[in-house]
């Protein structure tokens, strides 16, 4: 089956401490977005990547970093530049060419210790 | 640029209720409308989507209608179920380069037995 997959789903994390989260699709789409979402609030965009080896700065990119070696790979590192990095983190894909929804993973919830 | 206003609740209803979260877009270019939800602790689900104008999207008794005049893509629901409450949020989609896939801010309705 097609899909796109985040891991873990849980992730736990000591202050100062870099971490990346994984985010993986089959689903052969050309774009691929993070967003995080903090409790009651509705979903920032973090990074976003358009092709292979290109991605762009969303609203909130400061403290976070992607590659996009792969176009079925589109992991974030949570650096400890980010200091509030407690949250809900989602991945999302979609086809950009034939203008069709976005699927998303069903997120990565981390906590900083 | 692309944008997406919607109700932001929290709404609450009783059981069999009727429903309807307002959404409101700005896009250039011909976007695509979309309603997700999410349940608590999971990702976003694609609820419906319409692709052109005067297109209705429907699904699980849940409607919505592309209105190009008022750019609009109001949900409605008619008889609302304790299993729909949710966070439920509006998107749109536009096929250029950039970033082409935006939501709302979510509006959490709880239904109430």
């Known amino acids: 089956d097609g899909g796109i997959t985040q891991s873990p789903k849980y992730l736990f994390r000591k202050e100062g401490q870099n971490v990346t989260l994984s985010c993986e699709q089959n689903?052969?789409?050309?774009?691929m977005y993070w967003y995080r979402q903090d409790p009651g609030q509705g979903l920032r965009l973090i990074y976003y990547?358009?092709?292979?080896?290109?991605?762009q700065k969303g609203d909130i990119a400061e403290g976070y970093s992607v590659s996009r070696e792969k176009k079925e790979s589109f992991p974030l590192t949570v650096t400890s530049a980010q200091k509030n990095p407690t949250a809900f983190y989602l991945c999302a894909s979609l086809d950009s060419f034939m203008n069709t929804e976005a699927f998303f993973g069903q997120g990565t919830r981390l906590t900083v210790v | 640029g692309n944008s997406v206003t919607q109700m932001e609740g929290p709404v609450t209803l009783s059981e069999e209720a009727f429903l309807t979260i307002n959404c409101t877009y700005t896009?250039?270019?011909?976007?695509?409308l979309f309603w997700y939800v999410q349940y608590p602790g999971e990702g976003l689900q694609l609820l419906l989507k319409a692709t052109k104008a005067d297109d209705k999207g429907s699904n699980k008794g849940f409607e919505a209608t592309y209105r190009k005049e008022t750019t609009s893509f109001h949900l409605e629901k008619g008889s609302v179920q304790v299993s729909d409450s949710a966070v439920y949020f509006c998107a749109l989609s536009v096929n250029n380069y950039g970033q082409n896939f935006v939501f709302g801010p979510g509006t959490r309705l709880s239904v109430l037995p």
């Open positions: 689903l052969n789409h050309d774009a």
């Open positions: 990547s358009q092709i292979v080896n290109d991605f």
């Open positions: 896009a250039t270019g011909y976007p695509s």
